[in-house]
């Protein structure tokens, strides 16, 4: 298994930190307005995952999301953090999910963005080889085609929707291609469900098209200490789609953590 990183990131604000892990195939920046809207509460950091943005890599074999998780630990390490508020936005959850049962002494808190606990199927883990090959033939531009009509409600304005289409081009198609791979091998994490007794937001898009809110809301009923919050006018990409109500959501559920 390849070696754990330390990852580049951005950070704002000062305190007890906030990590937040972006989702596929995306970067750091898809936080922009969780950097802005509560680095008043906390030091917000926002990572890049292995292999784009501030976090380069020279190769991607055998990449997991167990490994995504114990980059983010080398990186809290470094950073001196020994107890850490997260955030992951789909594939994010899941490194969230792994990172959770490998360094549990670590979590403050959690909070789930438009994302799920089940593992894949047979039919999606043939999906994601379909994935890793089209990327590799026709470069991370084809996956805009494959994701937009999920990623976004239809009140979502173009220039949110460019902002995305930057992030998914500027990601190198073996980067897209490992993640998919990795997000094909990713454990079950329903039976943690219950025995996550840290305080948990699950925070969803209400027009979520790629995982329906319903999956969302039904992982919340899994988790002892959850709050579940719905946002409106938002799909897949909820925390650039409808910032306010996410910001919103993070800030009343962080703001009653003890730190
Ligand atoms: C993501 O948004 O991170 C991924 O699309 C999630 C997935 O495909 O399971």
Redesign the pocket.
Known sequence: MAEPIVLGYDEAGSGPVLLLV?????DRTIWAEQMRGLSDIRRVVAVDLRGRGKSPAKETDAWTIDLYADDVAKTLETLGVDKVDLAG??????VLFSFWRRHRDKVRSLALI???AEA?SEE?REGREKTAALVTEKGSAALVDA?FPK?FAPTTPDSVKQEVREMVENTHPRTAAADALA?RDRADSTADLGRITEPVLVVHGKEDL??PAEIGQAMAQGIPKTMFVPIPNAS?MAPIENPEAVNQALREFLSTQPV
């Open positions: 972006h989702g596929f195939p995306l936005l789909s594939m994010g959850g899941y438009d994302t799920k894949d999606a994701l990623f997000m790629l995982i897949h």
